[in-house]
């Protein structure tokens, strides 16, 4: 990197809600840099011990002038992510995709069904793991984030839109 790492945008999701199509479509931008060898790093919320040069590590192939940025869904629903990606920048811009809730947590369930991660019905895959219901709770992850960048730097990205208008969400 020719000059010192700064993140410049995060997608925070939640999963389920876009981002993996958001990721494939920004990994394309030739003036933005995501993670190399790694959709998600779970830096914010998994990984933050490990120090942010071992963050900036995932963005060493960045060519001058690109915008560094990441699509992590896992963030969205982590109380202590908003404050950790702020410390690494004040001026971080958020993306925070949005999809029914109901639908979400069902498409959350199937999935993870299918990955063997969880067993049983909706109720005893949401009691193995919490965030298939937590990470949809809009109304209490979105004031933390807009309480932390302000509402001029979140934006947000609907499902709906996404699916009926692709090129205009980008």
Request: proline letters at 7%; hydrophobic letters at 35%; aromatic letters at 8%.
């Amino acid at each position: 990197m020719s000059d010192q790492f700064k993140l410049s945008f995060l997608a925070v999701g939640p999963g389920r809600s876009g981002t993996t199509w958001l990721h494939e479509a920004l990994s394309h931008h030739p003036g933005l840099c995501l993670p190399t060898n790694v959709k998600e790093t779970m830096f914010f919320d998994r990984h933050h011990d490990k120090g942010l040069p071992w963050y900036a590590d995932h963005f060493k192939h960045r060519q001058a002038g690109q915008l560094c940025g990441e699509v992590g869904p896992t963030y969205f629903h982590v109380p202590a992510a908003p404050e950790r990606i702020k410390e690494a920048n004040p001026q971080c811009r958020i993306i925070i995709t949005i999809r029914d809730p109901v639908s979400r947590t069902l498409s959350g369930y199937r999935h993870h069904l299918s990955k063997g991660r969880v067993g049983g019905s909706l109720t005893d895959a949401a009691r193995q793991m919490p965030s298939i219901v937590e990470s949809g709770k809009f109304s209490i992850h979105i004031p933390r984030w807009l309480e932390t960048f302000g509402t001029d730097a979140v934006t947000f990205a609907l499902v709906d839109d996404i699916q009926a208008h692709p090129a205009h969400v980008l």
